[in-house]
Each structure stands twice: as structure tokens, then as C-alpha cells.
């Protein structure tokens, strides 16, 4: 049998949550609600909390909704002002919207995080990791003809075998550690296939920039993927190598589009700049093996995901609401790891479930407090004779001094 949640300020997840939900309250962000369609904007930040703590502490949401309704002190918490709402009225208002508003009001939230960042030269990290939904648990053969009457696809990986389910493919900026996009595919599309698509996403959300460094693992590895990010679209993609791989195989097939010809006015700065993108990718390539523990940050965000956030499978049936659960938890992820877990450790340790904050400082009450102003004035009346004569005397010289 579960525990109950027991809300209190002290508890260090609650006091954690109550940092990611005011990011979610702030009136200054209700905007990104209104402009991605939603209308009952505070049913919707209703929803999402209840949702939120699902996750966050492992429990069914009808679970959650019943220690609201048992415990003031947690519907306080969540700002609940008016009824509960009931399981089955939070998933209905949930459904209400689709996948991609989900994702928009993700991108939106990002967007506060990644402007915090600085460091606009942050290097950005891409991977993928399988989503499944418990539909298949024996992980045997299902027929294509019932998956399509779910709408859903088969998959495998290396580390769960057979799913059914998704791959997530994640853009991670290295320095902010936030999500800068997330693209969803059915079943398990091949990494080299996707390379180009997730680089389409980011062009044409115009958050490609010249010069940009993105690091690939070996799943997204081809020759003309290299080729393709320099002429197509400006950047370096730096996809660690496979065992065959030479520079001078790279250097033998890296040639400039016939683009930048037609244009005589910018034929020279076309050029000196595939020149100066070729030079940071042979040289980051040359030195692939350092960038592991940066590329190993977006596996720790994953962890994290999965681990404490229950992103690894969820116990959901169709696509649009798969898709939903995957945009939200995501966005939990990232909200959390935004109040200050910030290293390869502190996100091994939140996907541990340890969270370590700054301890409370101890409120005093008014008794204390005049308790403490009460023993401060039997201490100042217990001082000596002489300790008031040397006090007497000093008054009386100060009062001759304005005088004088």
C-alpha cells in the first residue's frame, strides 16, 4: 500500500516542487497558455500540477486527487481554490488539446531557460532513447495489423529488445543543460535517417546559427551527414566516429555546394567559411574521444526522465496520448533539473531520487522570541555594581562632552 504524500513545507521534494510551480503560477507566463490556444488557463495549470505530482512521486493521479481531497495543507499547496477535480475530468480537459500544442507550450517554457544562458556559443548535444507503452510487457511479436488499428509502431533497441512505443529524439544545449527541441517518431526510426530531419526542425524554428557545434553519437554516423551540416546548413555536426572512419576518407569527399557559385558578391565569404567549418570539424573530430563526458550529459538528462520521472514506459494506449505524456514529462524533467542540478552528479543523485536543497532556516515563534527578550533583560539586570557605575559614568561624561 502506497503512503500518503503528507504535505509539508520541511519535506524537501515538496519545497523542490513548489520552486518548479512557480514557474507554472507566474502571471508573467500565463501568456504562453493564452497564445498555444488554451482557454481555461487556470483548469489547465490544475491538471498539470495534479499531473506533475503523479510523476513526481510515482503514484496514479487517482491517487493524487484522493490525498488532495484528505489533506488541506497539499490543496493549498497546489492552489486548489474551488473542487478537485476528478480523474476522469483531468484526463477529459488533457485531451482536449493535441500533442503539438503540448510540444509548443515545452518550447515556450525552454525558451525563459535558454535566454538565462549567456553563453550563446553553448555547444549543443543530440541523442535518442525509446519510449514504450506497456501494451507489449512479454515484449513479443505483435501483428502490424493490430498496431495499426492502434496507431502505433514496433521498435527495438539494444536495451529493451521489442517495443512498441517511440523514439525521443532530444536537442540539449550543453551549458543550460535545457531542451532546445524534442522530436517524437514512432516505433524506432534509424538515427542516420532522422540526422537531416532534426536539423530541418531547428532551421526552421530559426535556431540554427552559423558556426553552431552539435554533438552526434555513432548511430547518427555517415559520411554525407558531416557534409550536408556544412553546406546545408552552416554548422558543424560533430558525429563521433565509427572504427573505419579516417579524416583523410572525410577530406577526400568534403566539397563545397555548387550553391554558393551562383552568387559572384558572396562566392568569397561562402567560401572561407566552409573553409573555417571544415578546420573545427577535423579538429573536433580528430579529438572525438574528450567530448564523451560532455555527449554523456544528455544521457544523464534521460536518466533523470526515466528514472524519477517515469519516462521509460507509461501506462498509456493511444499515440496522441502517449505523445502528450512524453511532452510533459519532459518538460517536468526540465523545470526540475532548472532549479540548480546542474552536473553529471547532482543528476545522477535526482535520478537517485536524492535531492539535496539548503535546509530550511528555523522560523522562531513570537514565544520564543519573548522568551529570548526576557532573558536578555534579567541578564542586563544581573550586571555588578561596578558595571553600572563604569555605565553611569560614561553617560555622564558623554552628556558633559555635548555641552563642552
Given at each position: 500500500?502506497?503512503?500518503?504524500?503528507?504535505?509539508?513545507?520541511?519535506?524537501?521534494k515538496?519545497r523542490?516542487?513548489?520552486?518548479?510551480?512557480?514557474?507554472?503560477?507566474d502571471?508573467?507566463?500565463?501568456?504562453i497558455?493564452?497564445?498555444?490556444?488554451?482557454?481555461?488557463i487556470?483548469?489547465?495549470?490544475?491538471c498539470?500540477?495534479?499531473v506533475?505530482?503523479?510523476k513526481?512521486?510515482n503514484?496514479?493521479?487517482?491517487?493524487?486527487?484522493?490525498?488532495?481531497?484528505?489533506?488541506?495543507?497539499?490543496?493549498?499547496?497546489?492552489?486548489?481554490?474551488?473542487?478537485?477535480p476528478?480523474?476522469?475530468q483531468?484526463?477529459?480537459?488533457?485531451?482536449?488539446?493535441?500533442p503539438?500544442?503540448?510540444?509548443?507550450?515545452?518550447?515556450?517554457f525552454?525558451?525563459?531557460?535558454?535566454?538565462l544562458?549567456?553563453?550563446?556559443?553553448?555547444?549543443?548535444?543530440?541523442?535518442?532513447?525509446?519510449?514504450?507503452?506497456?501494451?507489449?510487457?512479454?515484449?513479443?511479436?505483435v501483428?502490424?495489423e493490430?498496431?495499426?488499428?492502434l496507431?502505433?509502431?514496433?521498435?527495438?533497441?539494444?536495451?529493451?529488445?521489442?517495443?512498441?512505443?517511440?523514439?525521443?529524439?532530444?536537442?540539449?544545449?550543453?551549458?543550460?543543460?535545457?531542451p532546445?527541441s524534442?522530436?517524437?517518431?514512432?516505433?524506432?526510426?534509424?538515427d542516420?535517417?532522422?540526422?537531416?530531419?532534426?536539423?530541418?526542425?531547428?532551421?526552421?524554428r530559426?535556431?540554427?546559427?552559423?558556426r553552431?557545434?552539435?554533438?552526434?553519437?555513432k548511430?547518427?554516423?555517415?559520411?554525407e551527414?558531416?557534409?550536408?551540416?556544412i553546406?546545408?546548413?552552416?554548422?558543424?555536426?560533430?558525429i563521433?566516429?565509427?572504427?573505419?572512419?579516417?579524416?583523410e576518407?572525410l577530406?577526400a569527399?568534403?566539397?563545397?555546394s555548387?550553391?554558393?557559385?551562383?552568387?559572384?558578391?558572396?562566392?568569397?565569404?561562402?567560401?572561407d567559411?566552409?573553409?573555417?567549418?571544415?578546420?573545427?570539424?577535423?579538429?573536433?573530430?580528430?579529438?572525438?574521444k574528450?567530448?564523451k563526458?560532455?555527449?554523456?550529459?544528455?544521457?544523464?538528462?534521460?536518466?533523470?526522465?526515466?528514472?524519477?520521472?517515469?519516462?521509460?514506459?507509461?501506462?498509456?494506449?493511444?499515440?496522441?496520448?502517449?505523445?502528450?505524456?512524453?511532452?510533459?514529462?519532459?518538460?517536468?524533467?526540465?523545470?526540475?533539473?532548472?532549479?540548480?542540478?546542474?552536473?553529471?552528479?547532482?543528476?545522477?543523485?535526482?535520478?537517485?531520487g536524492?535531492?539535496?536543497?539548503?535546509?530550511?532556516?528555523s522560523?522562531?515563534?513570537?514565544?520564543?522570541?519573548?522568551?529570548?527578550?526576557?532573558?536578555?533583560?534579567?541578564?542586563v539586570?544581573?550586571?555588578?555594581?561596578?558595571?553600572?557605575?563604569?555605565?553611569?559614568k560614561?553617560?555622564?561624561q558623554?552628556?558633559?562632552?555635548?555641552?563642552?
Amino acid at each position: 500500500m502506497l503512503p500518503g504524500l503528507n504535505y509539508t513545507k520541511r519535506c524537501r521534494k515538496f519545497r523542490l516542487l513548489d520552486k518548479v510551480f512557480i514557474n507554472i503560477d507566474d502571471k508573467k507566463n500565463r501568456h504562453i497558455f493564452s497564445e498555444n490556444g488554451i482557454k481555461n488557463i487556470k483548469m489547465m495549470i490544475t491538471c498539470i500540477k495534479i499531473v506533475f505530482l503523479s510523476k513526481f512521486y510515482n503514484y496514479p493521479v487517482s491517487r493524487v486527487i484522493y490525498e488532495i481531497n484528505i489533506d488541506k495543507k497539499l490543496k493549498r499547496f497546489l492552489k486548489i481554490e474551488n473542487e478537485v477535480p476528478s480523474e476522469a475530468q483531468v484526463y477529459e480537459y488533457l485531451s482536449r488539446y493535441s500533442p503539438n500544442q503540448y510540444n509548443n507550450i515545452s518550447n515556450s517554457f525552454f525558451k525563459l531557460f535558454l535566454k538565462l544562458n549567456k553563453n550563446r556559443k553553448s555547444d549543443w548535444i543530440v541523442d535518442a532513447t525509446p519510449v514504450a507503452c506497456d501494451i507489449n510487457i512479454l515484449k513479443k511479436y505483435v501483428s502490424p495489423e493490430h498496431l495499426e488499428k492502434l496507431d502505433l509502431d514496433m521498435g527495438f533497441s539494444t536495451t529493451k529488445g521489442y517495443y512498441i512505443g517511440f523514439k525521443v529524439t532530444l536537442v540539449l544545449e550543453k551549458d543550460s543543460l535545457c531542451p532546445i527541441s524534442v522530436i517524437i517518431h514512432s516505433g524506432a526510426k534509424n538515427d542516420s535517417k532522422i540526422f537531416d530531419e532534426v536539423l530541418e526542425e531547428l532551421s526552421r524554428r530559426r535556431l540554427l546559427k552559423k558556426r553552431q557545434v552539435i554533438l552526434f553519437d555513432k548511430g547518427y554516423y555517415s559520411m554525407e551527414n558531416y557534409i550536408n551540416a556544412i553546406n546545408k546548413y552552416n554548422v558543424v555536426a560533430v558525429i563521433f566516429p565509427r572504427i573505419y572512419f579516417t579524416i583523410e576518407k572525410l577530406d577526400a569527399r568534403m566539397s563545397t555546394s555548387l550553391d554558393i557559385f551562383y552568387d559572384e558578391n558572396t562566392l568569397e565569404e561562402n567560401k572561407d567559411l566552409f573553409l573555417e567549418l571544415t578546420t573545427i570539424l577535423y579538429e573536433k573530430l580528430e579529438n572525438w574521444k574528450k567530448l564523451k563526458p560532455i555527449r554523456g550529459l544528455i544521457e544523464d538528462f534521460f536518466k533523470v526522465c526515466k528514472d524519477a520521472f517515469g519516462l521509460g514506459e507509461f501506462h498509456a494506449y493511444t499515440q496522441s496520448s502517449m505523445r502528450r505524456n512524453i511532452y510533459l514529462c519532459i518538460l517536468l524533467s526540465t523545470l526540475v533539473i532548472q532549479q540548480g542540478f546542474d552536473t553529471k552528479t547532482k543528476l545522477q543523485q535526482l535520478a537517485e531520487g536524492r535531492i539535496d536543497l539548503e535546509p530550511i532556516k528555523s522560523r522562531k515563534s513570537k514565544k520564543s522570541k519573548e522568551n529570548n527578550e526576557t532573558n536578555e533583560n534579567q541578564q542586563v539586570g544581573e550586571k555588578t555594581d561596578e558595571q553600572t557605575t563604569l555605565l553611569t559614568k560614561k553617560e555622564v561624561q558623554s552628556e558633559l562632552d555635548l555641552f563642552t
